[in-house]
């Protein structure tokens, strides 16, 4: 991959700088050596959603202790959108990086190329690999070696109010002209938008790119493919659902804006994946868990896509603890730790095993989303990967809200790729 010598040079003396003296705030090097006693203390970022699912990450993870009394979790819940530069910032400075990193799969290989990451192979974090999912695994390698320990996997469906369905009189949508047209009815019936579409992440805008037969590049070939016909036509379906009424849209907090308005009974349908499901039932149109309802997003001309994510345990290279890291990205991954946080949050886990467990088989969101995962679309595994995105979600907001066209986005969108990857067509 494309990284250029001062960026060699600087990964080159970060790795000596962290050899000599480390980088994170934990203790002693777990106390392995002589006692065959893990001890000291183990530092985790994890990046879930706060108010959810931190709450269950956070008490299985400091479960850990009852394994290995010594050892002291030091839990730190880091917004999502801040921790991977703040985890960079850390790391390259050598102070004040985690033991451990819930990484979003695709800063995985990132973190990997800028030395960041401690290879796995061989250490007790990847107890029983062969036990992973195919495309789980895939994320977690770079170069031929492992940097990571796949936690969850996910991929996007739409959600949608049962009740608002029924009084609408309208059926789940499973195309793009379906959305529309159930969304006008909504509308008509009801008074309520039919979709909120996420506006200031691109992350959303992926399913309707898959959804046309385009993707973001063409990695085995080094091209740049996101300003091909296909990627033009996605930017004009998302475009004409805002202008059509069929979904409104965002330019800032998101997020917060799209499940407010969902759970809040506002909207009909939102475009989201297993992450939200414990924050959804929160809201009060779902006290009934039944009325909520998760089916494929809407296919697009090329047929129906979503795409892969999900998050991985990676441990930093820099960490005075490594052994006590390596058991701790293991216990997190484990089979029973998966289907305890599965059954908790209905995230779907990474290990085989653990979907035939009864809690995890009779999981109605598992059983709905372990088929599209099954299907979904992978991203390239290149250090590039988690920057495509800064230039897509400033075209796809702009878009969106009218600031431009969609062939003009798609060109900038690849100008800048074509920037940012050199040497690729």
């Known amino acids: 991959m494309r990284r250029g010598i001062a960026a060699t040079a600087l990964v080159a003396a970060l790795g000596v700088t962290l050899a000599a003296c480390g980088g994170s705030d934990s203790g002693s090097n777990g106390g392995s050596k002589g006692s065959g006693e893990l001890s000291g203390t183990v530092t985790w970022w994890d990046t879930s959603t706060v108010g959810s699912e931190d709450k269950v990450f956070k008490k299985v993870a400091e479960d850990f202790k009852k ?198 009974g506002k909207v009909a349908m939102m475009i989201n994946g297993p992450w939200a499901v414990a924050d959804t039932y929160a809201g009060k149109e779902f006290t009934d868990k039944a009325n909520l309802g998760i089916a494929p997003v809407p296919a697009g001309s090329g047929g129906q896509g979503a795409p892969q994510g999900g998050h991985n345990l990676a441990v930093y290279a820099g960490s005075k603890n490594l052994d006590a890291s390596y058991a701790f990205a293991e216990y997190m991954t484990s089979a029973e730790t998966q289907a305890k946080i599965s059954t908790e949050l209905s995230l779907l886990p990474t290990r085989q095993s653990v979907y035939i467990k009864p809690d995890v088989a009779t999981n109605e969101m598992i059983t709905f989303f372990k088929p599209v995962v099954d299907k979904a679309v992978e991203r390239p595994w290149i250090p590039e990967t988690g920057s495509l995105f800064a230039p897509l979600v400033t075209e796809y907001t702009k878009v969106l809200t009218g600031q431009t066209t969609p062939e003009t986005g798609a060109k900038t969108v690849g100008d800048g790729y074509r920037k940012l990857l050199k040497d690729w067509k």
């Open 67 to 264: 394994q290995h009394p010594k050892v002291t979790v030091k839990y730190v819940n880091v917004p999502f959108g801040e921790a991977q530069n703040k985890f960079k910032n850390a790391a390259q400075s050598g102070s004040g990086a985690p033991d451990v990193i819930r990484s979003e799969v695709a800063w995985t290989p990132e973190f990997a190329d800028l030395g960041y990451l401690a290879p796995l192979d061989g250490t007790p974090a990847l107890k029983n690999q062969d036990d992973f999912l195919e495309q789980a695994a895939a994320s977690t390698k770079y170069n031929g070696k492992t940097y990571a320990v796949p936690q969850v996997i996910d991929s996007m469906g739409i959600f949608y109010n049962k009740k608002i369905f029924k009084e609408a009189g309208v059926e789940v949508p499973k195309t793009i002209d379906e959305l529309k047209s159930v969304s006008a009815k909504i509308k008509q019936k009801t008074g309520k938008t039919g979709l909120y579409l996420r506006g200031d992440d691109a992350y959303w805008f992926l399913s309707f790119l898959y959804g046309e037969g385009g993707d973001l590049v063409d990695a085995p070939n080094k091209k740049i493919t996101v300003d091909n016909p296909a990627g033009v036509k996605a930017f004009k379906v998302v475009k004409d659902l805002v202008d059509s009424g069929a979904a409104k849209t965002d330019a800032t907090d998101g997020w917060n804006n799209m499940q407010t308005a969902f759970k809040d």
